[in-house]
Each structure stands twice: as C-alpha cells, then as structure tokens.
C-alpha cells in the first residue's frame, strides 16, 4: 500500500481524459501493459482466461469494468451488458460468480434507478444460481452502498454479498451490522484516496485494523473472504484458523487477477479456497490506475511493456 500522497497522485491522474484516451489505444493490444492485470476487453476473452484459472483450481468471480456512470442511458447499457454476460457464464459452464458496481449501475443518476437495475441483474442471476458481490466504492458511497444493500436483502436476495475496507475506522460498526443479517463479506484494505478523518492513513493500523476484523469475520461471519495480497495478513489468517480449530472451507481468499499468482497457486496447494477476481471490459482504466497507485514497482512494469512493443 502507498502513502497518501502517492495514492493522491494515481487517483488524480486517472482523471485526466487525455492519458486515459492514449492508454486505451495501446494498453489492451496483443501483450500490451494493462494485459497482465485486465482479462480481455469482452466476455469470451474473460472466459478463456478464466477456464486456465479454473484448470490451475483457483475459483473466480467476473467483474465487468465501469463505474461513475452519469446518465440512465449508460447505467441501462452496462445492466443490459450484464444480463447478457449472465446468459454467456451459463452457457460456458464457468463457475457462476460476478462483482459489480453501484455507480455502474447508476447511483450517481438517483438510488432508485440503480435500485431497478440491481433488480434486473439479480434476478437472473439467481434464477441460475450466481452470487453478487457488490464492490464498496470511495466512502462517500458507503452508507448508500449498505442501504441498498439491506433494502435487497429485506426483498428476500439471498444471492449477494458486501465489501468492507479496514482502512475506513466505521468498519467494526459496519460489519456488525452486516453480519447480523448472516450476509457475506469481502474484508479488504481500501484502495481509494481518503481523508484522515475517515480512514487510517499508515499502513500499519490498516493492517492492525484488517487483522482485527479478519478474526471477528472468521469467528462471526458468513463465508468470509479475506481479500489480500499481503503475505502478512495470509500469515495471520491461516494461525488465527488453525488455533482455533476453524477448518479451510469455512471462509476463502481472494486475490486479483494477475498479481500474486505464486501465492494464489501455494494457497491452492495447500488446500486453502482461493478465488480470483477477474476485470475485464473496455473501461478498465481507472482500475488499471489504482493497481499502479497500490505498488510503485507497477509503474517500471507498465513503462518496460510500453518500450517492449516499439
Ligand atoms: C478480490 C479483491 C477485491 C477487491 N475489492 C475491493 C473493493 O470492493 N473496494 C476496495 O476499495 N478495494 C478492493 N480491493 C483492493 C484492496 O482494497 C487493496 O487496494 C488491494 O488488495 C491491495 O492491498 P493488499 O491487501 O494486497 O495489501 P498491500 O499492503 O497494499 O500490499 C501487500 C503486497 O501485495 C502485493 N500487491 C498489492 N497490490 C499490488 C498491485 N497492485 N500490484 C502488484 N502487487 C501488489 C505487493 O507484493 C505488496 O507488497 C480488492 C482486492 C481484492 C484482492
């Protein structure tokens, strides 16, 4: 994780119209630098990439790029994308599991038409047996994120699951809440740039945090899903089970796609459930920024690429 400063400088640069419009000319040709990290920029792409995971015994979950969608007609496109993705995961017999975003689905527009659309996606969704997991967003989005959330939860779906960031200090109450319903969790740190009133800005209380709540998820929780590339907070999760007598199937890891994969493989070798969080899509850029915001190593990565294709 980067220091707020850095964090600061990706996010900012994610905005700017003109880098995003050059990346996106090259990053995703054959071998191009957003490659490692994104699966492909349609669902057959996704798939393919998702069957090698599946033969190595990873699990997956799908997750269809956009966010910040500002008008109904582009949050119904990307609800329509998503059904039709829906249909096509069913066909290719790939596990049945996606990841979405509120403000894909246009809760920037107003709650109730994200609402509807939400509806659209789940209900196939649960007619062929998926589970939802709705990704949680920059705070500002937090407290609408768990509304919407209980208000499909009180409609009886039963085929989602939520996401909590140990970097915001509202967590613990947060979680409680949400695990008070029997609901999924996915713990992770917190990839956004936020302000030092609302979450930890050192690396050592977010993982201090994480590891606190990574022990109440496990002792209280539903199937939770320790999200992390941080062979620490492996470490402490795999001791915290093992002295208490939890066994492997009682909760699983997530990684994403194309980062760590010798410890996603090691996991599976040793009997752990692992599951890989699969982007693809052609809005992958403000994603792809947060991935380099996370480690400065990715920045060399992404440059060397760019100089291999010359
Ligand atoms: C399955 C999954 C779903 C997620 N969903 C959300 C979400 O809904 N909302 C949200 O805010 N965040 C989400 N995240 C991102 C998360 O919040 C962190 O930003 C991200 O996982 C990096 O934190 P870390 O736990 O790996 O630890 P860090 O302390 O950041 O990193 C630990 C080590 O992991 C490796 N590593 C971490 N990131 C990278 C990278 N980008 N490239 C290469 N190596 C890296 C490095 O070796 C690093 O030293 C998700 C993460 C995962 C794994």
Redesign the pocket.
Known sequence: ??DATSRAVFHSLANVHALQRLASRYGMREGGFACR?IAGEDIDDAVEAVRGLEARGLLL?LDYLGESVKTTAEADAATVEYRRIIQRIVQSGIERNV?L?LTQLGLDVDRATCIDNLRRILDPAREHGFFV?I????SPYTDVTLQVFETLWQQDYRNIGL?F?S?LMRTPTDIARINALGARI?L?????KERKTVAFQQ?QD??AA?VRLMQLLLDEGTYP?I???????LEATKEYAAQKGYARDRFEF???Y???RDLQSSLVADGYRM???VPFGKQWFPYFM??????P??VGFVLKSMFREE
Do not use: C, W
């Open positions: 994780m980067l990290f979950t990841s975003k997991r990704d949680m967003e920059n996401v960031q970097y996915r992770v740190k917190g990839a956004y690396k977010v993982d994480f899903a999200a992390t590339h941080d062979p620490k907070m997530q990684m994403l194309g980062i760590r599951r890989v969080y947060r991935r380099l915001g996370e480690r190593a990715n």
